[in-house]
């Protein structure tokens, strides 16, 4: 019999993770870390609810961290299988993986040293370098559409998701004694009123479907208005000689993030900004996405193209490398737009920038993402009136902005459109959402379409 068991995501955002078991064979949709708190005490918290050293093969949907952040644990733990993901997700699972890595470790040193102060015990390292190079030279990348046979029994095709660059929809095709089934797992699906991805593809076939729910209790606002609400923040700032810091993931949001500030900038309206993308990552990230145009919106690459490339679209931008010119930005008091990780502030530059500038109530915080919950940004979106940074109390007055057009992830009336293209009546499975958003999911999946969508629970294993 075959079965598929909810081991992260299930009634959350963060932590995607499903074991799916084909007879003998054993494979997991996703291998996530949860997002919120401290990077050492984060990583402690995980656990694997079976041993990583029988698990065949691991599928990625896309490279978030959500959804791929535990491998270097699962390989150190005993995983030796092969990593199935898109062209570009290999590309950008290197870089996230080594920036988070680079952060545990730092972390923990911290850790270590004030443990060793109070006379407690030091923490090992959860996973090393090693581990994280293991798991990239895992990756085997396929094209979207390519069908393979990747363990016995089992193909697996991908297909469009329009989430981030190479995220993809999974599509495990089955065979066994009494026929194929089917198992589509949608991964993040993307908001096909943002820029530069390709919109997600709808599939027609399932016999069982895990289904992402994070905006499945609304929809997002229009592009148009979005963009126009970005612009009266600028005009704010300029006008109280303020400045605008944007948290971002680093991939997808970054590089959005920059493109419609390229059309603002072509508009006039930031001629005497600057703006600052100061996010390392982000800066590689935006590289990879250079050399992927191929795999991009064609219609906003040329737009960005008939500006000769990025530099030439927003002139104003200024990439910060090194700490010292990060640092520097604190020197300029107004008219400065900081792009800076994390996207939801538990870690990164972002987090000194909003402790020298959060207090101020001339600035401007704008939040162009989903938040999850007891994350630093969601803290922010709640209406905290103080917030702790680096062991010390900051004061909130700059105007906080949620942004809701830029969400990376479909709304609503986008997830149900597009569990309404399979015609085979499959069994639904929400995943990745709070418990609010998958309710009003659930009931709006029945008004539109009668599907009874089910809310598995953390642990629960379903047969098909």
């Not at 656990?47 to 535990?70: K, M, R, T, Y």
């Not at 105007?399 to 986008?414: E, M, P, V, Y």
Request: hydrophobic share 45%; charged share 20%.
């Amino acid at each position: 019999m075959n079965s598929v068991q909810f081991l992260g995501a299930a009634r959350e955002v963060t932590g995607s993770c499903h074991l799916v078991e084909v007879g003998s064979r054993r494979m997991l949709l996703d291998c996530g870390m949860h997002q919120g708190g401290d990077a050492v005490d984060r990583l402690a918290s995980e656990c694997f609810d079976f041993e990583p050293a029988q698990i065949d093969a691991v599928v990625l949907s896309h490279a978030h961290l959500d959804h791929a952040g535990l491998l270097p644990r699962l390989v150190n733990c005993g995983f030796s299988g092969p990593i199935f993901c898109t062209e570009g997700t290999q590309r950008l699972l290197k870089i996230l993986l080594e920036d988070a890595a680079s952060i545990y470790f730092r972390d923990l040193e911290y850790d270590n040293l004030t443990r060793r102060r109070a006379g407690k015990r030091i923490r090992k390292a959860l996973y090393g370098e090693q581990d994280v190079a293991r798991a990239i030279a895992a990756c085997k990348p396929m094209a979207y559409h390519q069908r393979k046979e990747v363990v016995p029994w089992i193909n697996l095709q991908f297909f469009e998701a329009g989430h981030i660059l190479g995220s993809a929809i999974v599509e495990l095709t089955i065979t066994g004694d009494t026929g194929e089934r089917v198992l589509v797992f949608s991964g993040d699906l993307g908001n096909p009123g943002t820029s530069l991805m390709r919109n997600y593809e709808c599939l027609e076939r399932a016999d069982l479907v895990l289904m992402e729910s994070t905006y499945g209790a609304r929809n997002h606002r229009p592009m148009a208005e979005t963009l126009e609400q970005l612009r009266e923040v600028v005009r704010e700032a300029d006008r109280c000689g303020g400045n605008i810091l944007i948290p971002a993931f680093a991939v997808g949001r970054t590089q959005e993030l920059l493109f419609h500030l390229g059309q603002l900038y072509q508009e006039g309206l930031l001629a005497n900004w600057q703006v600052f993308l100061d996010s390392p990552m982000g800066s590689a990230v935006s590289a990879v996405y250079a050399r992927s145009i191929h795999q991009l919106d064609s219609a906003d690459v040329a737009l960005v193209a008939g500006g000769g490339d990025m530099r030439s679209f927003l002139p104003i931008l200024s990439i910060t490398e090194s700490v010292d010119d990060s640092i520097a930005i604190n020197k300029i008091r107004q008219r400065a737009i900081i792009i800076a990780g994390s996207g939801m502030c538990t870690g990164g530059r972002i987090r000194h920038h909003l402790k020298h500038r959060l207090w101020e109530e001339e600035n401007h915080v704008v939040f162009a993402g989903f938040q999850a919950r007891n994350t630093l940004g969601r803290i922010l979106v709640d209406g905290a009136t103080k917030v702790k940074l680096f062991g010390q109390w900051v004061a909130v007055k700059a105007r906080i902005h949620t942004l809701g057009g830029f969400s990376a992830h479909a709304g609503q009336s986008d997830l149900v459109r597009w569990a309404g293209a399979f015609n085979t009546d499959p069994r639904f499975f929400l995943v990745h959402g709070e418990l609010a958003a998958m309710e009003a999911l659930r009931e709006a999946l029945r008004l539109e379409h009668g599907i009874e969508a089910e809310i598995p629970e953390l642990g629960q294993r379903v047969e098909f």
